[in-house]
Every structure is written in C-alpha cells, then in structure tokens.
C-alpha cells in the first residue's frame, strides 16, 4: 500500500453523527471541485461500507438493483484477478439516478442544472453486507480483504473515501486497515464525549497491529446547534483535547442536510454554497480545509503525485497547460 495516497476512512463508533453525510459531501464537493474556493476537480471514489446502504441512498440508488456491491467485492477469492472497476457506479448512471430521484420527489419542479457528477465514482452497499463480519470471521486475511482489493486500483483515483459503519467491526477494520487517514465526526452533543476515547484507543490498536501508516486527518464537528451552551460546550471540549486536529469549520444542525437524501443527491449539489444555503456552505468549507491538509499532508511527506484527471486528460490529448491553470 502506498503509504502517500488519499485515502480516508470517516469513522466513529457513535450513530447519528453525520458520518455518512460528511464522507459523501466531502466526496462530491473534492470530485467536483471550486475554483472560486481553490479546490480543484479530482478523480474521487466513495466506497459505502455500511450495510444500511445510505451513501449509496444519498445519490439516488435504489439499494433493491440487482447490482455488484462492495459485499460481492469482499466475498471474491483474492487470487489477483479482481477488477473493482467491475463493481463501480460511475458518474454518468449516478447523474442518471440523482435526476429520476430527484424527479420522483419533486414532480413539479425543474431538475437543478447543478444535480450532476462527472468524476465521482461509487462502490454502492445494501442489506447483504450485514452478514459479511459473520461470513469474513472464516477467511484468511480477514482484516485487509478491502486493502487487497483496492490494492490494483489506487493509482486510478486522486482520493479515496470510505464511509464506514456505526461500529467498530470486522467491516470497519477492514476501511481502517486500507486507510492511510481517518476522519472522525463529532456530534455536538455531550455522550459523544464519552465514545472518543473508546475510539482512540481502537485506531491505536489498528495502528500497532494491522495498518502503522494510519493517521488521524481530522475531526469534524457536526449538528452543531448555533447559541446552544451544550454544543459550545462539546465543540470546546474538543478542541481543547485535539487542537489543530480539530477543522475550523463547523457543520450545523440543518433541515436543509436532512432534507438532502429525499431529493437524492448532496448538499452541495442540491444548493450553491451561498449564506442563504448555510449546509452547503459549510460543507464547501470543510472540502476547502480537507484539501489543504492533504496538501499540507503531502508537502510534509515531500510527495506531489500528479492528478489523475490531468494525467488522463492528456493521454486523451488535451493541452496539458489547461490543466496547469485549472490546478493554479
């Protein structure tokens, strides 16, 4: 595994903390990418490695498709003839199912211009991923089963995002343990407290035992509720405890990301980044701070690999200058 690469498990332990809304707001927003914000467009995976399927819900998927998901990926021999592309929803039939979503709910509204993605791919999940802890607590090499399937694909992605269950499993092992960073989701609210600790000590152990290249990318404050004593008193206690490690930008308590799995896409998809529209706002705001730590990450490490989309755009024989600006 290149220890190098972008590839980041959000975790916690605790349900209800945004979890799964932060990793695919985080996916579309660094897929998509904002000039006007000094994000540039990048190739992005999401793999949705929660039995409840709700990443995959976030864009419109129908979990009852008789498609390949990542339970079918980890259930394959790991004899090196894997091909992940094989079990992918690219950006073309996730527009397609965010669009007839987006429709089914909204009849009598016009489709957003925005409601679209052009570089973001999913690895979709549902219910038969439930048995998959029962059925891997057999296999041999149990821990690294999604390491070594990602193994042949990493080069094909700038980022890679895991969303992970509400539990510290076999399956969550699994994203930590082909993970180089996590990033953890903090409720505002005072028991998620109590569950930090509980999942420190687990990353440590995952450290010591399978994956000494993860390290913690950052701790998102979410739900947050503006002019509530317990969600600054929670938001402080965090960031006294974990400093830097702690983004500046909060993610609030809003109906507007509740809201956002009806219509079947992102936040920040579903609404521009304006004052007006705080969620999207503020998930745009979270992808900025990402994507200067991962270059902060990077400069630290002395490593500066080329995008993939540049790197594909020119053997497809697009100037390479364009790209240069666009990452300028």
Known sequence: MDPYKTIISCTNQKGGCAKTTTAVNLATSLAEGNPSMGIPPAKVLLIDLDPQGNASTSFGVDKRLDVP????????????????????????????????????????????????????????????????????????????????????????????????????GLLTINALAASNWILVPVQAEYYALEGMSQLMNSIRLIQKRVNNHLKLFGIAVTMYTPQSKLSAFVEGEVRKHFGEDVFQTVIPRLMSIAEAPKDGAPVVLLKKPTKRNKGSKQYWGLAKEAHQRILARRAEYGVNPESVLKREAIERGDPEHIWDDIED
Do not use: C, W
Request: charged residues 25%; proline residues 8%; without cysteine.
């Open 69 to 168: 998901t990542v339970y079918d990926l980890l259930m394959q021999p790991s004899d090196g003839t894997l091909n992940v592309h094989d079990y992918l929803i690219g950006p073309d039939i996730l527009t397609d199912e965010m669009q007839r979503a987006f429709k089914n709910m909204n009849q009598d509204s016009r489709i957003p211009p925005r409601l679209k993605v052009e570089n973001l791919y999913l690895l979709p999940s549902n219910i038969r991923l439930s048995g998959a802890e029962i059925e891997l607590a057999t296999k041999l090499g149990r821990e690294t089963r999604l390491r070594e399937a990602l193994a042949p694909v990493m080069d094909d992605f700038d980022h890679i995002i895991i969303d992970t269950p509400p539990s510290l």
